[in-house]
């Protein structure tokens, strides 16, 4: 043997001797006596604490922009403790089957699911899964939130102790009225009033189950504001629940088959955020939680939050709306006057901040924010959009004229679209026709006939992208030419970013209401309410130089004075179940919408028409009048400050005479003239106006569209509102 293979026989030799089975098996048993050494001392060494008084735990202060206070909140835990024995029995099964279905068997740890939480704590992948319920009492009461290794270990040495000296119906209490059930509610009877109005004694087993499987992810799974996956998951969470009690025993199969998912009642405020308050601290909240910072880490408490709410423009707009709408309404004796929500956003276009905000009548009174919902159509807020789309990608009508503000279109009510595959044909407001409006016109006047076939020259796909980047949200929003009078969902949170944003010359402005939260465990990153430029400064200063003619001569003459600059534009979507008016000076954009919403259980869209016994409730009306007021107020008496208007695009179009009110007619003169006569739509568009309520981009007679604005006293142009309130029609599609 050589000398080499000599050292290669050795050095394997030596690796095997190194590795042994009998040098690995005791490595591997020393290991064991060392960690079961160390977790002896652990257990020894770690006392069950005593209770982390959550009752004292610190509570949230909320400050308007000045640094005054707006509300407190979390000084008191809102939990009710309850004996065990007055949970019924199946509800008390319903916890632990959701949550640890051997947890009369077990040990009170669940060594593979702490482990797993270890690795996940280690790797930073958040929360541990699978504890029991001894475990998760133990955390909710000695133990802090925290997601450390220490604090795991702590938990699972407690959790042996508390099995070993508790009996498990007193851990079961312990559980059921510490844990934290969302609604800002702590403890099973607090729960059982915030999902149900009921005591916890009257809990029955299909109400225990739901707010059983709520804990998994409370504000997920609550049932008012889960999204269409949230409900399907705390559905089949529900459902297995329930099959896990028939599994233990606990629930016969006929009793269980019969159930029905107990949808819980709408969300109320807490006490003491009574008025806008209410509204206010939520927004904040909201926003919050999109910055990372989730309900268990707020509801812990310890936060100042500062927002940037102007004190004194917020009590402008509450003022503004009781002195112009609800002191004009006779909400107990009227039924269409109950019915009317409003809602406004107001922001600051130069930095997004939402300096005042109107959610509703009071957030005790209805919780949900008309500022922020997204459950109606902005209607003909929308147009603007279009025309902003067609500036920013250069579009040109059907005859290859560029679009501007002197670009002729056809005006003729009923008009089939050229160039579409979906067919549409929407009706002009009170079916009127106009001769040969440009686009400055149509937009004074609202003219569906023109938008519609604007957005088909642009391309439904194209306005859609604008309008997204300007900040329209994503709801409801197919690729249709229908899109042209506002059918998608947004609130006025949303659209007053949007207008902001044209008033910001295109340059993103995102609406923020949260100045600060400071915290001295962590930290939260503000929202920065500006972004880059979405279109070009001449798109936005061109819609803004056609908005500023709809405030002085349009739809939106409501809302003209001399005492500032203002651009706006009105909308009332079909059947009249919302109206609104959003507009801006250089200094505020606010959007100021009212909704019809049924007062019966479970709400509802309903018509607007009738409020304060004024026939219609459009736009021009009542949310130009508010606005007006409060911009007024907001500006102390009036501003200065004019647009600085660049580029303003007027467009091509052969040459017309244009009179001040372009005169509606009957037999108009289209301004596209396609090569061939275009075809009628498979479905004749409605004659009667307010039929239908599908979808407007299939067939023209569901199309939402406009009302006109305002109730002057002298009528100034055909088809407006400037007619007496017993002479204008009290539904229609309409264009305002």
Same mark, same amino acid.
């Given at each position: ?64 922009? $000045? ?7 979390? !000084? ?37 699911? *702490? ?16 504890? *029991? %319920? ?63 109005? =009921?005591?916890?004694?009257?809990? $029955? ?13 409370? +504000? ?7 999204? #269409? ?17 028939? $599994? ?15 949808? #819980? ?71 269409? $006057? ?64 560029? %679009? ?13 679209? =050229? ?26 006047? +609202? ?62 402005? *995102? ?23 979405? %279109? ?25 004075? +001399? ?9 009332? +979507? ?80 052969? #040459? ?18 396609? !090569? ?47 007619? #007496? ?12």
């Amino acid at each position: 043997m050589g000398r080499a293979d000599a050292r290669r026989a050795a050095r394997s030799g030596g690796i095997r001797g190194l590795f042994t089975w009998r040098k690995m098996l005791g490595t591997f048993f020393g290991l064991c006596l060392l960690v079961m050494g160390a977790f002896a001392a652990l257990y020894v060494y770690v006392d069950v604490p005593a209770a982390n008084a959550q009752a004292e735990k610190q509570s949230n202060v909320y400050k308007y922009s $000045d640094g005054t206070l707006l509300a407190r909140t979390g !000084s008191g835990v809102n939990r009710e403790i309850v004996d065990l024995a007055v949970v019924p029995k199946k509800v008390q099964h319903a916890f632990v089957a959701a949550e640890n279905k051997s947890f009369y068997r077990d040990q009170g740890v669940d060594l593979k699911g *702490t482990a797993r939480g270890l690795l996940n704590t280690l790797s930073g992948k958040g929360k541990q899964g699978g504890s *029991t %319920i001894t475990q998760q009492y133990v955390k909710n009461y000695y133990l802090t939130q925290d997601q450390t290794v220490s604090r795991k270990l702590k938990e699972l040495v407690i959790s042996l102790k508390v099995d070993q000296g508790m009996k498990k119906d007193d851990i079961l209490a312990g559980y059921l009225n510490t844990v934290y059930y969302g609604r800002g509610a702590s403890g099973i009877q607090a729960a059982a009033q915030a999902y149900y109005g =009921v005591d916890a004694k009257d809990l $029955d087993v299909a109400q225990g189950a739901y707010l059983a499987a709520l804990l998994q992810a409370p +504000s997920q799974y609550d049932w008012a504001v889960a999204s #269409p996956t949230g409900k399907k998951l705390v559905k089949e969470r529900w459902g297995y629940t329930l099959d896990n009690m028939v $599994d233990e025993g606990w629930l016969g199969k006929a009793e269980r088959d019969k159930l029905t998912f107990p949808a #819980p009642q709408s969300p109320k405020a807490a006490p003491g955020m009574e008025g806008q308050t209410g509204y206010l601290v939520e927004a904040a909240n909201q926003e919050m939680a999109r910055q990372g910072v989730t309900e268990e880490m707020r509801e812990a408490g310890g936060w100042t939050i500062t927002l940037n709410i102007d004190r004194k423009k917020q009590k402008q707009l509450e003022k503004s709306v009781d002195r112009e709408l609800e002191s004009q309404l006779d909400r107990k004796n009227n039924k269409t $006057d109950a019915t009317v929500q409003a809602g406004a956003t107001s922001v600051d276009p130069k930095t997004g901040k939402v300096v005042a905000m109107y959610g509703g009548v009071g957030a005790t009174e209805h919780w949900i924010s008309n500022a922020t919902r997204q459950d109606y159509q902005p209607a003909s807020t929308f147009k603007p959009l279009v025309l902003a789309s067609a500036l920013e990608n250069g579009s040109k009508t059907q005859d290859g004229n560029l %679009i501007g503000l002197d670009t002729v279109y056809d005006g003729t009510s009923k008009r089939p679209v =050229v160039g579409s595959d979906t067919p549409f044909a929407p009706q002009n407001e009170d079916d009127i026709s106009y001769d040969r409006p440009t686009v400055q016109t149509a937009m004074d006047k +609202s003219i569906n006939s023109v938008f519609a076939q604007m957005v088909v020259d642009v391309t439904p796909k194209a306005v859609k992208k604008t309008a997204l980047e300007l900040g329209v949200p994503d709801k409801n929003f197919p690729e249709r030419p229908a899109i042209t009078l506002g059918t998608m969902n947004a609130s006025t949170w949303d659209m007053a970013g949007v207008y902001a944003t044209l008033d910001n010359h295109g340059k993103k402005v *995102t609406p923020t209401i949260v100045k600060s939260a400071e915290h001295r465990d962590r930290t939260m990153e503000p929202v920065d309410g500006t972004g880059g430029q979405v %279109i070009s400064r001449a798109s936005a200063d061109t819609v803004t130089k056609a908005l500023t003619e709809v405030v002085d001569i349009g739809s939106g003459h409501e809302a003209n004075t +001399s005492a500032y600059d203002a651009a706006g534009k009105t909308g009332t +979507s079909e059947n009249n179940k919302s109206a609104w008016f959003a507009a801006y000076t250089p200094e505020l954009s606010t959007v100021v919408a009212l909704y019809g919403e049924s007062t019966k259980d479970g709400g509802g869209q309903v018509t607007l028409t009738g409020t304060a016994n004024s026939g219609r409730a459009n736009g021009g009306g009542f949310p130009a009048r508010i606005w007006a007021d409060y911009t007024l107020g907001a500006l102390g008496g009036g501003s200065d400050a004019a647009f600085d208007l660049e580029g303003v695009e007027h467009g091509e179009a052969p #040459p017309v005479t244009r009179s001040p009110s372009a005169t509606p007619s009957e037999s108009t003169s289209p301004s596209e003239t396609p !090569s061939k006569t275009p075809e009628p739509p498979s479905e004749s568009p409605s004659t009667t106006p307010g039929d239908g309520e599908s979808s407007p981009s299939e067939t023209p007679s569901e199309t939402p569209s406009e009302t006109p604005s305002g109730s002057p006293s002298t009528p100034e142009w055909p088809g407006g509102d400037d007619r #007496p309130p017993g002479e204008r029609p009290e539904n229609g599609l309409l264009g305002q």
